[in-house]
């Protein structure tokens, strides 16, 4: 996986793949910043009338439902579609699922859809969505519960190791958790990925960024390894930025640099299947 990860990173800094998200207002500008400092590029754009248009460039659509809106809806299913009938990949961050039904059954319509490679989401996000799937399909449920506190997670990522995995078996994708160990499964390997800070919760838009760079490394890897290396990557800059900052003001300028000049040889030591 080592190798994998390197050769994941490599590609990513040599290609600059175009990276379009249909994201929320409250991320866009840091997570665009967190592009470029991943060496890839952004496009922020919603417009259902271009989308065809710009999956004809983009290297890879993410789609982060944050502030979550019928016509944006609308050009994510579009956007989707057109990807995956022109052999693109294509991303998820189902932001806020399990806060409430509109989320949760938007993020469910949207994997059904659009067949995204990967989804991201913490651990209350996974969980809900599997739960619903399983509450729909009359299937048994999970002994474990999710939590949110609006798009926040209460769940410990390790707790949606379960969810992840019958997700990812039900879709045909890796599902990636973010939390204090970020966890990537295809519903038959698990991976684990250490390292962060402590600081990185109190910075608006970092779960989003980390679905965008995902995004960026889905361009260029497979999904298992794209998943595990965009966390890996995140897990090693934060740590560093978290070690020379003095609170969330200081971090993020601090983890910009650090993703810039990422250094591969740590980030991919993180990862361990389990």
């Excluded at 990276?19 to 866009?28: K, L, P, W």
């Excluded at 995140?234 to 740590?239: D, K, N, P």
């Excluded at 810039?260 to 030591?269: L, Q």
Aim: with cysteine; hydrophobic share 45%.
């Amino acid at each position: 996986m080592k190798e994998q990860i390197l050769r994941a990173i490599e590609n990513v800094c040599a290609s600059g793949p175009l990276v379009h998200s249909i994201t929320n207002f409250v991320v866009m500008n840091v997570t665009a910043n967190a592009l470029l400092a991943a060496h890839a590029s952004p496009l922020m754009a919603h417009a259902a009338e271009e989308m065809d248009d710009l999956t004809d460039i983009d290297s890879v659509l993410v789609l982060n439902i944050g502030t979550l809106d019928p016509a944006w809806l609308e050009s994510m299913e579009l956007a989707g579609k057109l990807m995956r009938s022109k052999g693109k990949p294509v991303v998820l961050d189902p932001v806020g699922a399990g806060a409430s039904r509109l989320r949760t059954e938007a993020s469910l319509r949207l994997m059904d859809m659009v067949r995204p490679q990967i989804v991201r989401g913490n651990a209350s996000e996974i969980m809900a969505l599997a739960a619903e799937m399983r509450r729909t399909e009359r299937l048994p449920s999970s002994a474990a519960s999710s939590s949110t506190k609006g798009v926040d997670s209460l769940n410990d990522s390790r707790e949606a190791v379960g969810s992840a995995s019958f997700l990812a078996a039900r879709f045909g994708c890796v599902v990636s958790i973010s939390g204090e160990r970020d966890f990537v499964t295809d519903g038959e390997t698990v991976l684990m990925v250490e390292g962060g800070s402590p600081l990185m919760p109190l910075v608006t838009g970092m779960g989003c960024s980390a679905s965008a760079v995902t995004g960026a490394y889905a361009a260029c890897a497979a999904p298992l390894t794209a998943a595990a290396a965009a966390m890996a990557v995140f897990a090693s800059a934060g740590e560093k930025a978290g070690k020379l900052s003095k609170g969330p003001g200081s971090f993020l300028p601090r983890f910009l640099d650090e993703l810039y000049g990422v250094d591969a040889e740590d980030a991919a030591r993180r990862v361990q299947k389990i």
